[in-house]
């Protein structure tokens, strides 16, 4: 009996000989998987979006920005309009300025000729003093008024500027 039983415990020997000499192949493969499966993992960089969801996500971001670019550009033309209103009023304003100083020094001028012309004597001299007096007094309020009417006239311009501006804007 031993004699059939031996050729099934060969048998079985071969067997779990074939079995290890598998598992020690399929160690010796597999040993390395963990490395492998961190050298295989993919990552993904770049996701790839459909053109449809690209314009979605463009078309959003524009009704979300364009409302306070629009609000934006207005102040700016708005402040620009203020900033050449004032360059202009500054402008007039220097050349009113200008014109005083070139009267002043015309009359400045013709007062340091008039004293050798004109005698000073002691009754004459204090009618003519007092004319000088009057007309210098009188190129003083003939000044104001010249620059209160041009500062009106840059003001009515500025206005109808304003006017215009707005009934087109309508």
Known sequence: MASPLSGCVSSLRSSMQLLDSSISILDSGVHDFPR???????????????????????????????????????????YLDKLERRERALMAKCELQEGRLSQGSAHRQSG???????????????GTKMEELKMQQL????????????????????????????????
């Open 112 to 126: 340091a000729k008039s004293p050798g012309l004109r005698p000073r004597s002691g009754a004459g001299g204090g």
């Open 36 to 78: 492998l499966t961190k050298v295989l993992q993919t990552t993904r960089h770049f996701e790839l979006l459909s053109e449809s969801d690209l314009h979605a996500a463009q078309s959003s971001l524009l009704s979300e920005i364009q409302p306070e670019v629009d609000s934006l550009l207005s102040r700016v033309s708005t």
């Open 139 to 170: 190129r003083q309020k003939k000044e104001r008024l010249s620059y209160a009417v041009g500062r009106l006239e840059l003001q009515a311009s500025q206005r109808e500027r304003q006017l215009r501006k707005s009934m087109a804007a309508q």
